[in-house]
Nanobody, 131 residues
Framework: VQLVESGGGLVQAGGSLRLSCATS????????IGWFRQVPGKEREGVAC????????YYPDSLKGRFTISRDDAKNMVYLLINSLNAEDTGVYYC?????????????????????????WGQGTQVTIAS
């Protein structure tokens, strides 16, 4: 099983960024997926998640409207589009997947502690916003 994130980098504030997560080794359509971010000294937080059971999507209230998660099961890809970037979006972004059998809702998928055991993490991609 592999999840490999890409698309991070140094981006100007106010711009947009699309992160990608290439998955392999499992059937993506059977898995709930999520994007998380982490900054030094803080816990990893879920920013966007999709349930595999009904396709519902969860975003924290503070991020609604700027973050968009999507998946292409045929291509085994997961995406995160971030608009109106600001300094608080700086961090390492991780992709995660967990079998839908073990995740009831998209909101549950966005709880970092719920990923393990039985779930998978990518290695992360750094996003830095320049003001």
């Amino acid at each position: 099983v592999q999840l490999v994130e890409s698309g991070g980098g140094l981006v100007q504030a106010g711009g947009s960024l699309r992160l990608s997560c290439a998955t392999s080794g499992f059937t993506l359509e059977d898995y709930a997926i999520g994007w998380f971010r982490q900054v030094p000294g803080k816990e990893r937080e879920g920013v966007a998640c999709i349930s595999s059971r009904d396709g519902s999507i969860y975003y924290p209230d503070s991020l609604k409207g700027r973050f968009t998660i999507s998946r292409d099961d045929a291509k085994n890809m997961v995406y995160l589009l971030i608009n109106s970037l600001n300094a608080e979006d700086t961090g390492v972004y991780y992709c995660a997947a967990k079998a839908g059998l073990f995740i009831d809702t998209a909101r549950e998928m966005c709880i970092a502690d719920a990923i393990s055991p039985m779930g998978y993490w990518g290695q992360g991609t750094q996003v830095t916003i320049a003001s």
